[in-house]
C-alpha cells in the first residue's frame, strides 16, 4: 500500500471513530435524561406551586393588624365611626368656622369619629404608635381632598418653618381617632406668627395634654373623643398650665 493511501485510510478511520464517540455521548446522555431521569430535590420550592408567593387580589380587605401588645389578641383595624351621620362633600361645600379666635371645622363636613378597636388600654400601651393605624382608612393623597371642600388652596410650600396648613384628624389618633375622610380637615393659619402659635401647634398641644389625661385615668377616653370634636378650644387654658407644668409642648 503506498503512503498516500495509508494516509487516506487513517483519516477515514479517525473520522469514523470521532463520529461513533460522539453518538454513543448522545446516546448515554438521552439514557439519563429520558429513560432514567434523576431524582429533583423533594424540597425545592420551584415544584411547589403552592409555596410560591400570591399576588394579594386588589380587592382584598387590609388584613387587620396587631395590637403592639404581644400578650393581647386585640386586632386594631382600619374603621371608622362618626359622632354624626356623614356624607362626602362637594367642593366648596364646607366652611371653616371660629371660636374663641380659633378656627373650628364645619361639623358637617368633619363632624369627628373614633376608630372603636383603639381603646384605652391600647393607648396605655408604652409600645403603642400612630403609625399603626396612620393612612390606614384613607392615603395621604385623599386626604388632601379636604382643602378642594373647604375653598382653601393647598400650599405649595408647607414644611418645616413655612408650614401653614395641616390636615387635622379632628379626634387625633393619639386619643383613638378615625383615620376616615369624615374625621380630617385642613386647619390653616393665622398669617404674621411664629410656627408654635399657629393654630394647628395650638392644637397639638391641646391633643398632648388630652391623651396625657387619658392615659392617667384622669378623664375616660370617650369623654375626651367627645369634648375635642366638639370644641377643642375649652381645652386651651388647661392644655396651657399642662404643658407649662410638663414641659411637654
Known sequence: MSRARFRDTSRTTSRIVRRLAGLAIVLALAYFLIVHPGRRPENSRANHP????????????????????HESDTELSCASQ????????????CTVRVRNGYSMPDPRCTPGGVNPTITEDVL?????????VRNCAESEAQKHEAYGWYRIVKPR?????????????????????????????????????????????????????????VKTGQ???????????????????????????????
Request: hydrophobic share 30%; aromatic share 10%; charged share 25%.
Open 50 to 69: 403552592a409555596e410560591r408567593a400570591r399576588p394579594q387580589p386588589p380587592d382584598e380587605a387590609p388584613s387587620p393588624r396587631r395590637s403592639p401588645d
Open 82 to 93: 362618626y359622632f354624626a351621620h356623614w356624607q362626602e362633600p362637594s367642593d366648596g361645600e
Open 124 to 132: 396605655r400601651n408604652p409600645a403603642w404608635r400612630t403609625r399603626e
Open 157 to 213: 410650600i408647607n414644611s418645616n418653618e413655612n408650614q401653614f396648613c395641616e390636615l387635622d384628624h379632628l379626634v387625633p389618633l393619639e386619643l383613638g381617632g378615625a383615620d376616615g375622610m369624615g374625621n380630617i380637615w385642613p386647619q390653616c393659619g393665622p398669617d404674621a406668627v411664629m410656627l408654635n402659635q399657629r393654630y394647628f401647634k395650638q392644637k397639638d398641644h391641646v391633643e398632648n395634654y388630652l391623651a396625657d389625661q
Open 219 to 249: 378623664m375616660p377616653l370617650a369623654e375626651a373623643q367627645r369634648g375635642i370634636a366638639r370644641d377643642w378650644t375649652q381645652y386651651l387654658n388647661d392644655a396651657d398650665l399642662w404643658c407649662g407644668r410638663t414641659g411637654r409642648c
